[in-house]
């Protein structure tokens, strides 16, 4: 049986200092234990754990690839270990996870020591007699890399890809029906690499020029977002982002392009008056107060009033101050305001950023997708009730499912005569509008995928 606590016994000698391997293993027994998403659980142990930040990119690397690759790796893991692989202790299958990792996408750590830091973990917490099953596993895998074999594509097409690309079989099968086979293989690619870190200069506070600057001196490569011109794309940092001095000056923050794009579709203006009811953890309502010059009001709605810190925080650190947060729940709540801009990012499936947050596949089942829908729909439902005439209701999502996307606003088009669309390209790139709304596909666009349209009320 599994030692549920979790290296606890270990952590009892005040002395010992866990490795970078061993912290990986914790967080992601952590993570097959609860309902909680990996960036939360390898957050927490960063905030906890003293690394330098070699071992804090370790760590994360490890972690995000394991999850990245898990399907593929557990294929793999199946084949090789003797008896029920299913029933393994998530330790063990966790450190073999690791390990196979390592061997198949980490050239610069050699094999054997890839296999010996994770027979290591299993030893510490289960003994050698576990150790040494691990230990024959994973030298059987490495000596047989190159013959290792997948599904049996003519048998079950999908399931080959959905191996192969380590994707869920409901996804890929989706994806295939809307795209075709070669451009869901790109998707699939694009969601399996590396993400960038996308550092959006505040022009509040700063500039292009002086944030590339002080790039250049610390040597640290970037390149400019090919839709956005105050993103700077960071491919590999050697340095933590928000550690760095240019962060805490609100000089900077994290934000992805697509979430950027979506924003300029309101074109808020200095002096309005902007809702954005589903605020945290607040980069969206950060970026409609520096669009409006920080003159004007923007009211940021979230319904879990623990997360309305993350805004405040945020806003301080930007020396943003026409922010006001309220605590109340965008589907349900009645709002007494009129406003010229509402600003809905709405809860969604969240498919489009799965290269960020690679465990969105495995969370996400094809039926939460209706169960998503309607709660979208009741909130641009009370999202239209606060508008001025006139106004602007914008609706953005981070999923490229069409339900979530153009088969809402059809909906709502349809049940709001007094509302019109009000074609996406008058505002931002034409590249990325088709039929009028802003659409993101992650391959294509080369950004997460995002989906964004604007409404206007009639006067």
Same mark, same amino acid.
């Given at each position: 049986?599994? @030692?549920?606590?979790?290296?606890?016994?270990?952590?009892?000698?005040?002395?010992?200092?866990?490795? %970078?391997?061993?912290?990986? %293993?914790?967080?992601?027994?952590?993570?097959?234990?609860?309902?909680?998403?990996?960036?939360?659980? =390898?957050?927490?142990?960063?905030?906890?754990? $003293?690394?330098?930040?070699?071992?804090?990119?370790?760590?994360?690397?490890?972690?995000?690839?394991?999850?990245?690759?898990?399907?593929?790796?557990?294929? *793999?893991l199946t084949g090789?270990?003797?008896?029920?692989?299913?029933? +393994?202790? @998530?330790?063990?299958?966790?450190?073999?996870?690791?390990?196979?990792?390592?061997?198949?996408?980490?050239?610069?750590?050699?094999?054997?020591?890839? *296999?010996?830091?994770?027979?290591?973990?299993?030893?510490?917490?289960q003994g050698e007699?576990?150790?040494?099953?691990?230990?024959?596993?994973?030298?059987?895998?490495?000596?047989?890399?190159? @013959?290792?074999?997948?599904?049996?594509?003519?048998?079950?097409?999908?399931?080959?890809?959905?191996?192969?690309?380590?994707?869920?079989?409901?996804?890929?099968?989706?994806?295939?029906?809307?795209?075709?086979?070669?451009?869901?293989?790109?998707?699939?690619?694009?969601?399996?690499?590396?993400?960038?870190?996308?550092?959006?200069?505040?022009?509040?506070?700063?500039?292009?020029?002086?944030?590339?600057?002080?790039?250049?001196?610390?040597?640290?490569?970037?390149?400019?977002?090919?839709?956005?011109?105050?993103?700077?794309?960071?491919?590999?940092?050697?340095?933590?982002?928000?550690?760095?001095?240019?962060?805490?000056?609100?000089?900077?923050?994290?934000?992805?392009?697509?979430?950027?794009?979506?924003?300029?579709?309101?074109?808020? !203006?200095?002096?309005?008056?902007?809702?954005?009811?589903?605020?945290?953890?607040?980069? !969206?309502?950060?970026?409609?107060?520096?669009?409006? !010059?920080?003159?004007?009001?923007?009211?940021?709605?979230?319904?879990?009033?623990?997360? =309305?810190?993350? *805004?405040?925080?945020?806003?301080?650190?930007?020396?943003?101050?026409?922010?006001?947060?309220?605590?109340?729940?965008?589907?349900?709540?009645?709002?007494?305001?009129?406003?010229?801009?509402?600003?809905?990012?709405?809860? +969604?499936?969240?498919?489009?950023?799965?290269?960020?947050?690679?465990?969105?596949?495995?969370?996400?089942?094809?039926?939460?997708?209706?169960?998503?829908?309607? $709660?979208?729909?009741?909130?641009?439902?009370?999202?239209? !009730?606060?508008?001025?005439?006139?106004?602007?209701?914008?609706?953005?999502? +981070?999923?490229?499912?069409?339900?979530?996307?153009?088969?809402?606003?059809?909906?709502?088009?349809?049940?709001?005569?007094?509302?019109?669309?009000?074609?996406?390209?008058?505002?931002?790139?034409?590249? =990325?509008?088709?039929?009028?709304?802003?659409?993101?596909?992650?391959?294509i666009t080369g950004?997460?995928?995002?989906?964004?349209?604007?409404?206007?009320?009639? *006067?």
């Amino acid at each position: 049986m599994e @030692n549920t606590s979790d290296f606890s016994e270990i952590e009892k000698n005040t002395n010992y200092s866990p490795s %970078v391997r061993q912290l990986a %293993v914790k967080i992601l027994n952590r993570y097959d234990r609860s309902d909680s998403y990996i960036d939360k659980l =390898l957050s927490h142990e960063l905030k906890h754990e $003293h690394l330098i930040h070699q071992d804090r990119a370790l760590l994360t690397e490890l972690v995000n690839g394991v999850i990245r690759w898990r399907g593929k790796i557990d294929w *793999i893991l199946t084949g090789f270990y003797h008896g029920d692989y299913q029933k +393994c202790l @998530n330790l063990v299958k966790n450190a073999m996870r690791i390990a196979i990792y390592q061997m198949m996408f980490l050239n610069r750590i050699p094999i054997p020591a890839a *296999i010996y830091e994770s027979v290591e973990v299993v030893k510490r917490i289960q003994g050698e007699k576990t150790a040494a099953i691990v230990n024959g596993v994973l030298r059987n895998v490495a000596r047989n890399m190159e @013959n290792i074999r997948y599904p049996d594509k003519t048998e079950d097409e999908l399931y080959f890809y959905a191996v192969l690309f380590s994707h869920p079989k409901w996804m890929v099968k989706r994806w295939i029906d809307r795209y075709g086979l070669k451009e869901t293989e790109s998707l699939m690619e694009f969601n399996n690499r590396r993400p960038y870190t996308a550092v959006r200069i505040v022009e509040l506070n700063s500039s292009v020029d002086e944030i590339s600057k002080i790039f250049d001196t610390h040597n640290i490569k970037y390149s400019l977002s090919k839709y956005n011109n105050l993103t700077l794309l960071l491919e590999s940092p050697r340095y933590d982002i928000t550690s760095s001095e240019i962060f805490k000056q609100g000089k900077i923050t994290i934000q992805d392009p697509s979430a950027s794009i979506a924003v300029a579709l309101a074109n808020p !203006k200095p002096g309005n008056s902007v809702l954005d009811i589903c605020a945290a953890p607040g980069g !969206k309502s950060f970026l409609l107060a520096e669009m409006m !010059k920080n003159q004007g009001r923007v009211i940021s709605y979230d319904k879990h009033e623990s997360k =309305l810190r993350f *805004i405040v925080d945020g806003a301080e650190r930007l020396k943003i101050n026409i922010i006001k947060t309220v605590a109340k729940d965008a589907e349900t709540s009645e709002f007494s305001e009129n406003a010229d801009i509402v600003f809905a990012d709405v809860p +969604c499936s969240g498919l489009g950023t799965i290269s960020k947050k690679p465990d969105i596949k495995w969370k996400k089942e094809y039926e939460d997708i209706p169960k998503l829908v309607q $709660h979208q729909r009741k909130i641009i439902e009370n999202a239209a !009730k606060i508008l001025k005439p006139g106004g602007v209701l914008v609706y953005s999502t +981070c999923t490229i499912e069409p339900e979530e996307n153009e088969e809402n606003i059809k909906w709502f088009l349809d049940n709001h005569p007094d509302f019109e669309l009000d074609a996406a390209e008058k505002y931002i790139p034409t590249e =990325l509008c088709s039929n009028g709304f802003y659409k993101s596909i992650p391959h294509i666009t080369g950004m997460d995928g995002a989906f964004a349209a604007r409404l206007v009320k009639k *006067i």
